[in-house]
C-alpha cells in the first residue's frame, strides 16, 4: 500500500524524500562503516555487525513505510465504509501485514532477547 501511495505521487514531497535518503543511504555504506560496520562469518552462514546508524536507518526505512502502509490501509477501511468488497479486502490486508510484522518481531527480535542469542 505505501509503495502504491508513493509511486502514486512521484512528484510528491515524499517520493523525492525517500529517494535522496535512499541515495544517501547506499552512498554512506559503501562508504563508510557507519550502517554495517563489519560482516562476520559463522560456520554456515554470515552475519553483520552493525554499525552507528543501523538502527535510525532501519526505523526511517523500514517502520517509517510500514506505519505510513497501515495508515493508508485503515484510513482506505474508514473511507469505504459503504463498500464491502473495499472495507472486507482493507482488513483482510491490515490482519495480514500484523500477522507478518508479528511473526518477524517475535522471530527476530523477542525470541532471541529470552533466550540470550547473540
Known sequence: M??????????GILYKV??????????ISVSTNLI????????MSYDIV???????????????PFLLG?????????????KSKSVSKSVLILIGTLISVSIAVISD?????VLHMN
Do not use: T
Not at 505505501?2 to 512528484?11: D, L, M, N, P, R
Not at 497501515?70 to 459503504?82: A, G, P, Q, S, T
Open 70 to 82: 497501515v495508515f493508508e490501509i485503515v484510513r482506505d477501511l474508514y473511507v469505504n465504509k459503504k
Open 2 to 11: 505505501f509503495s502504491i501511495a508513493v509511486s502514486e505521487s512521484q512528484g
Open 36 to 43: 554495517i560496520a563489519d560482516i562476520q562469518p559463522y560456520e
Open 50 to 64: 552493525p554499525g552507528v546508524l543501523f538502527l535510525p536507518v532501519v526505523v526511517v526505512y523500514v517502520l517509517v
Open 18 to 27: 525517500f529517494l535522496f535518503g535512499s541515495i544517501l543511504k547506499a552512498l
Open 109 to 113: 527480535a523477542i525470541i532471541p532477547h
